[in-house]
T-cell receptor, first 113, second 112 residues
Framework: EAGVVQSPRYKIIEKKQPVAFWCNPI?????LYWYRQNLGQGPELLIR????????DSQLPKDRFSAERLKGVDSTLKIQPAELGDSAVYLC???????????FGSGTRLTVV | TQLLEQSPQFLSIQEGENLTVYCNSS?????LQWYRQEPGEGPVLLVT?????EVKKLKRLTFQFGDARKDSSLHITAAQPGDTGLYLC????????????FGDGTTLTVKP
């Protein structure tokens, strides 16, 4: 069974440019998460989806970040415009739901220069 | 202020030694997970504990959930170089059961 697939693995962009990340969760996992992990820290939640509905986006910087999960399967996370402080690893995870652990993808390492 | 405090932040030991890392909070969790993360990869789930006082074993790894469900420990017996990685704990609370909050992890290095 394929795990959580993320692309691209690495992305280097100049500040003020847009960037998008893509995630394909495990089949049958209705819950999808986007986390951001800064160097030396644990992951921090950006947004959680239950099917196609964003049920927790309180930590998403909505002035520049947006996300969507059309049809409740794949998801994209976008930053526009990117800032230097956005450099981090962006992790996607999926889960069967409450009480279940997460399966993470390998992440996208974003560097903003 | 971190909801989950992990200690130590870094640990470097020789192969064959035993070690314990800790995950502490002042808050109660309905469940707690431990993950291991290797460089360039996402965290991989090791175990979920849900009952106060629960002990789970996974080969040489022993996980314990505190009686009050506020803390947890991970003990590794006879560590091997393959155990090297970042160990993260994550907790879920009843008030937001679908969300796990992560600690900042313990970076373990096991030298051959």
């Amino acid at each position: 069974e394929a795990g959580v697939v993320q692309s691209p693995r690495y992305k280097i962009i100049e500040k003020k440019q847009p960037v998008a990340f893509w995630c394909n969760p495990i089949s049958g996992h209705n819950t999808l998460y986007w986390y951001r992990q800064n160097l030396g820290q644990g992951p921090e939640l950006l947004i959680r989806y239950e099917n196609e509905e964003a049920v927790d986006d309180s930590q998403l910087p909505k002035d520049r970040f947006s996300a969507e999960r059309l049809k409740g399967v794949d998801s994209t996370l976008k930053i526009q415009p990117a800032e230097l402080g956005d450099s981090a690893v962006y992790l996607c995870a999926s889960s069967l739901g409450q009480g279940h652990g997460y399966t993470f993808g390998s992440g996208t390492r974003l560097t903003v220069v | 202020t971190q909801l989950l405090e992990q200690s130590p932040q870094f640990l470097s030991i020789q192969e064959g030694e035993n070690l314990t890392v800790y995950c502490n909070s002042s808050s109660v969790f309905s469940s707690l997970q431990w993950y291991r993360q290797e460089p360039g990869e996402g965290p991989v789930l090791l175990v979920t504990v849900v009952t106060g006082g629960e002990v789970k074993k996974l080969k040489r790894l022993t996980f314990q959930f505190g009686d009050a469900r506020k803390d947890s420990s991970l003990h590794i017996t006879a560590a091997q170089p393959g155990d090297t990685g970042l160990y993260l704990c994550a907790g879920s609370q009843n008030t937001n059961a679908g969300k796990s909050t992560f600690g900042d992890g313990t970076t373990l290095t096991v030298k051959p």
